[in-house]
């Protein structure tokens, strides 16, 4: 009697043994599909990053132009394009009283200012011409009249500074902390300081 109850008691433990196995099993085969997803994940974010590590941020190449721009000069006109570069179209007011030299001094800021953005090269002006402001009503005047509001209207391109691809040294440097905010302000803080001298 004794040897049946041993030999059911070993039989319970090894369907016990058994029952476990086969949910350690299952519960292998759930992480297994885990895992694989994790694995095929990696893999397309490194496809990912290697795909955009080339591109250029148009959205911060903006940002930093718009930060640059000296303050009495506004945008009719800004393409960003990755492979052509800018393109842009400003205009900044002139007194009627004024020599033409004070207003195209705001120009001349404006292109110093862009040249001095680490992501932007070759800045040219296109074209600079007098006119008067034509996007919206003439101001007026105590007895009613229009007064034109007389500006400089000017183009200009650059280039965009493509970035490293990725796996290259250089690419590593370009992933550093500092930022194009960063290099934008002090693009502004030199050609501020270089005007008052």
Same mark, same amino acid.
């Given at each position: 009697?004794?040897?049946?109850?041993?030999?059911?008691?070993?039989?319970?433990?090894? @369907? !016990?043994?058994?029952?476990? $196995?086969?949910?350690? %099993? /299952?519960?292998?085969? #759930?992480? +297994?599909?885990?895992?694989?997803?994790?694995?095929?994940?990696?893999?397309? @974010? !490194?496809?990912?990053?290697? $795909?955009?590590?080339? %591109? /250029?941020?148009?959205? #911060?190449? +903006?940002?930093?132009?718009?930060?640059?721009?000296?303050?009495?000069?506004?945008?009719?006109?800004?393409?960003?394009?990755?492979?052509?570069?800018?393109?842009?179209?400003?205009?900044?007011?002139?007194?009627?009283?004024?020599?033409?030299?004070?207003?195209?001094?705001?120009?001349?800021?404006?292109?110093?200012?862009?040249?001095?953005?680490?992501?932007?090269?070759?800045?040219?002006?296109?074209?600079?011409?007098?006119?008067?402001?034509?996007?919206?009503?003439?101001?007026?005047?105590?007895?009613?009249?229009?007064?034109?509001?007389?500006?400089?209207?000017?183009?200009?391109?650059?280039?965009?500074?493509?970035?490293?691809?990725?796996?290259?040294?250089?690419?590593?440097?370009?992933?550093?902390?500092?930022?194009?905010?960063?290099?934008?302000?002090?693009?502004?803080?030199?050609?501020?300081?270089?005007?008052?001298?």
């Amino acid at each position: 009697m004794g040897l049946v109850i041993e030999a059911k008691s070993q039989s319970d433990n090894l @369907q !016990t043994i058994q029952e476990s $196995a086969n949910s350690q %099993r /299952v519960l292998a085969e #759930q992480l +297994a599909i885990f895992q694989n997803k994790e694995t095929e994940l990696q893999t397309r @974010q !490194t496809v990912a990053q290697t $795909a955009l590590a080339g %591109r /250029v941020n148009v959205g #911060q190449v +903006a940002e930093d132009v718009s930060l640059v721009l000296p303050d009495e000069v506004w945008l009719d006109l800004l393409t960003i394009d990755e492979g052509t570069g800018i393109v842009m179209t400003a205009q900044t007011p002139r007194n009627s009283g004024e020599s033409n030299d004070v207003a195209y001094k705001s120009v001349a800021k404006t292109l110093v200012r862009l040249n001095e953005l680490p992501e932007l090269y070759d800045v040219w002006l296109t074209t600079a011409v007098n006119g008067q402001w034509a996007q919206w009503a003439p101001t007026s005047t105590n007895d009613g009249s229009n007064v034109p509001v007389n500006v400089v209207t000017f183009g200009a391109t650059t280039k965009i500074v493509r970035p490293p691809a990725a796996g290259t040294p250089a690419a590593a440097a370009a992933a550093s902390p500092s930022t194009p905010s960063a290099a934008a302000q002090g693009a502004v803080n030199a050609a501020n300081s270089a005007g008052t001298q």
